[in-house]
């Protein structure tokens, strides 16, 4: 069945320092990947997602994630964080012939001054 | 643009009252419609998708059910709420069979006590 996978509940991590945020999913078939980003008591918005082509793809406030066929995985990552990234953050998978997105369980990162 | 609204926005029930949560998209056709259930620190969770006027996909039994009465809109319901049945709620819609990513709602805070 499928599944995405966020080991990491909680990440702290100080200003200004580089973030990755882990993703890793498991489909028999192709998929799009996505990032959503939800801050508190509202709904998620997208960060990024990948459909095809450049497996690295990035979103406009600095995040990036990659592609990786072979790692099953799609991790997130910024080089430099700020306080305003503080915020939760889900991966999901969708199945290229279906309807229907699987979420992890996200990852709370918490930005400290 | 395409916008989404959910209402209302914060709900207290008491346990075994009935429930009904709306949701509406503007700006779209046909869209493919979710309600996913947001627990403390377990992710989102696929309640329900339609594909179109009066189809229901339901991903998981429970005392709730879900009812699309017109095109672009999508509604939640229980004829008796039980604690458990507290959270955040959220809708989403995606377009058609082409669609990639999805467009969140602000979401629905329900409190059963």
């Known amino acids: 069945a499928q599944s995405v996978t966020q080991l990491d509940s909680q990440v702290p991590v100080f200003e200004e320092a580089p973030v990755e945020l882990r993703c890793n999913y498991s489909?028999?078939?192709?998929?799009?990947l996505f990032w959503y980003v939800q801050y508190p008591n509202q709904g998620l918005q997208l960060l990024l997602k990948?459909?095809?082509?450049?497996?690295l793809v990035e979103s406009i406030n600095g995040f990036e994630a990659e592609f990786n066929k072979s790692q099953t995985s799609f991790h997130l990552r910024k080089p430099s964080v700020h306080i305003s990234d503080t915020a939760e953050y889900f991966c999901?998978?969708?199945?290229?012939?279906?309807?229907?997105?699987?979420f992890g369980t996200g990852t709370r990162l918490k930005v400290l001054a | 643009s395409q916008t989404i609204h959910q209402w209302p926005a914060t709900l207290v029930q008491p346990v075994g009252s009935p429930l009904s949560l709306e949701c509406t998209v503007e700006?779209?056709?046909?869209?493919?419609l979710y309600w996913y259930r947001q627990a403390a620190g377990r992710g989102l969770q696929l309640l329900f998708y339609?594909?179109?006027?009066?189809?229901i996909s339901s991903e998981v039994p429970q005392n709730l059910s879900a009812s699309r009465p017109q095109d672009r809109q999508f509604i939640l319901s229980s004829k008796k709420l039980l604690l458990s049945d507290s959270g955040f709620y959220l809708c989403?819609?995606?377009?058609?069979?082409?669609?990639?990513?999805?467009?969140f709602g602000p979401g629905t805070r329900l409190t059963v006590l």
């Open positions: 990948y459909l095809s082509g450049s497996t």
């Open positions: 700006g779209t056709s046909n869209p493919n």
């Open positions: 339609s594909v179109g006027i009066g189809q």
């Open positions: 999901a998978v969708r199945n290229t012939g279906t309807y229907k997105y699987i």
């Open positions: 989403a819609w995606s377009v058609g069979s082409y669609g990639y990513e999805q467009f």
């Open positions: 489909s028999s078939v192709s998929v799009y």
